[in-house]
């Protein structure tokens, strides 16, 4: 009997219908449709870029859209949803937006050319007998709106990215941004104000409404519903769970690669959690399939462990950061993330405006709904912390951005090639590199000069290589290593376990500094990097780093475990 041919990998694919029909591997969602239905009639669910908040979105309109009533069965077959029918499938008229599209550079005609483009849309894909004669778009729903109201033709609004072109406004212009969230006359806040009115009195047209988005800014300045994003039965919606991961690495017969897969995903793309009840922790679905593709089709793990397209602009967002000329207390906060601290909040905002986004308390919210952030703790107060390496060097990349907002721009190459040198040739230059450029710069210094400052510092920098994964703080022998560079790729000989220790500029004497090397000493000989199971079986160089304020005054290696 001739073996079926192996489904594809959706890498980047956000047609449901497509997944279902074109043999490629789904993750069945579709129990939560069910929910759904019953849940509150307008809803948003916010989640961090590349989750799959758009299959969702193509998920329900396959399955509530009258339009895809005679493929239900071929759409659905083999699913929980097909098995467990609920009243309300294929019964409404789907109107669907995509704000993704809208141009920043010509935001208004642009965005109205997207509504009136979903509306016709609509017409043509339902074949109605209507004429708007119209080109406003307000209007045209309006219209649209009323038509559906006479005809009993009961609508789904479905919104996906609905802060996508509001936000890249609030990077690029404040002023742009305020006048689209304030002025009542604005079309994007029209649009949202009309949907609210179609939404009541007896027999309204929109029956049921799901927007989706990242940030919860644009959602307190021009709209208001039910937010299920932080709720327990959602926190799986999208991502993919740990098993879910196994039963894809059963099917596609990658058993005896399980335990490297798992960990490398684990630290690469794992640890997401959206509620403070839940145990356990989701992976971002889009890097896991970029992973699992390249495995597939090369044998190898991908070249780069970040896919290009989770690399979202983050460094346009300096502003939050850096307040005249100087970088501010969210910088602060960022410098004590990298370096793996956790930090504390009372609860996550699902709500707060863009003008309050430099209050500490919002900050951390807006960077967990990006993604920054995840539940790590929770008892009376929330623990916050870096999710993951790969937004640990996208956090690094935006550290450095903000770097060099104050002229302090080392040679990013050269430093790399300085670290792969280090990593094949225990070569120690990389760390002299990195202290002449401190030293050449006189406005950095300011920036460093503190024992947290320093280490977050060189965390960031570490952070930007393709060589090594950067941990902070790992337990060995109940010790702490301060640093400690894991190679990432398995052509590279060499990992570092980095002691750092700190002298005041106003405490330096040279018998201070002898007793820290002491110390850093004897905390290396204590640390033995074979017992941690999430790090390479590899010889691990010990080095010693003493800073005096800025200066580096020692830099030592000290032995090879």
Known sequence: MKKSKLKKIPYGLSDFKRIRTENYYYIDKTHFLEKLEDEQNFLYFLRPRRFGKSLTLAMIEAYFDVYYKEQFDEIFKDTYAYDNPTPFKSSFYVLSFNFSAVDTTDYENSFRTNLNDAVEHFIAKYKLDLKIDTNNPIDKIRQLLQYANVNDMPIYILIDEYDNFINKLLVNDITLYKGMVTDKEVIYKEFFSMLKV?????????????????????????????????????????????SELKEMIKYYNLEDREDEIISRCKEWYNNYRFNKNVNHTIFNSDMVLYYLKEILKTGNEPEDLIDVNVRTDYTKLKYLVYTNKKLNGNFDLLNQLIQGELVTTTNIKTTFSAFEMLQPENFKSFLFSLGFLTLEKYRTSIKLSIPNQTIKKITAEFIQSAYRDISFNPFIERFNQHLENFGYEKDLKVFHYLADEVKANSVIRDYIDGENFVKGFLIAYFSLNPYYEVMSEVEMNKGFADITLNPSKDEIPYGALIELKYIPRSKYREKLKEQKVKEAKEQLKTYDPTTITKLRDKPFVKIVLVYNGWEMVVCERVGVS
């Open 198 to 242: 179609g939404t009541s009195g007896n027999d309204s047209a929109i029956r049921k409404m799901f927007v989706t988005g990242v940030s919860p800014l644009a959602l307190f300045d021009v709209t208001s519903g039910n937010n299920i994003s932080l709720d327990e039965g959602y926190n799986d919606l999208v991502g993919i769970t740990e």
